[in-house]
């Protein structure tokens, strides 16, 4: 049986957005980028919410 895995990303406060839907707060550095790459190695599909997909998708073009 495959397994199911969730990913949120959440601050203390339960926001993770800043004022204005700002996330320049975020860093992620090469230890958490290779630990992501990682954990999503295996994985035969990966599903993001709307603003996730829509943010990845402004980096590529």
């Known amino acids: 049986m495959r ?3 969730v990913q949120m ?3 203390l406060d339960g926001f993770f957005e800043g004022p204005g ?3 320049g707060w ?3 550095d ?3 980028h290779q630990h992501f790459n990682d954990v999503i190695a ?3 599909g990966f599903l993001s919410g ?3 997909h829509e943010l990845r ?3 590529v073009r």
Do not use: A, N
Request: hydrophobic share 35%; aromatic share 0%; charged share 30%.
């Open 57 to 59: 998708h402004e980096r």
């Open 42 to 44: 295996p994985m035969g």
């Open 26 to 28: 975020h860093q992620v």
């Open 9 to 11: 990303s959440l601050s």
């Open 50 to 52: 709307r603003v996730s």
């Open 21 to 23: 839907g700002d996330i």
């Open 3 to 5: 397994k199911i895995v």
């Open 30 to 32: 090469e230890e958490l």
